[in-house]
């Protein structure tokens, strides 16, 4: 997966609406910790995307 770099702009919109889509669907506690902090510190973004891809499809598929 290709990191985001760049300016602090460059492709995070379609990440935005996907993460309110999800907020508004599935609120979990431990991804909206984890939403905050990566937007606090945008290098943790990577993290919350792997988090979002192990934690929250395989429960989408059940």
């Known amino acids: 997966m290709k ?3 760049g300016g602090p702009n460059t492709g995070l919109d379609p ?3 996907w993460y309110i ?4 669907t599935c609120i979990d506690t431990l991804f909206i910790f984890m939403l ?3 937007l606090r510190k945008p290098e943790r973004l990577g993290f919350v995307l792997e ?3 192990n ?3 395989p ?4």
Do not use: D, G, N
Not at 21 to 24: A, G, H, N, R, S
Not at 59 to 62: D, E, I, M, S, W
């Open 3 to 5: 990191s985001i770099s």
């Open 15 to 17: 990440f935005i609406l």
């Open 21 to 24: 889509c999800i907020l508004m």
């Open 36 to 38: 905050i902090a990566a």
């Open 51 to 53: 988090y979002l891809k």
């Open 55 to 57: 934690h929250l499809c």
């Open 59 to 62: 429960a989408a598929l059940h």
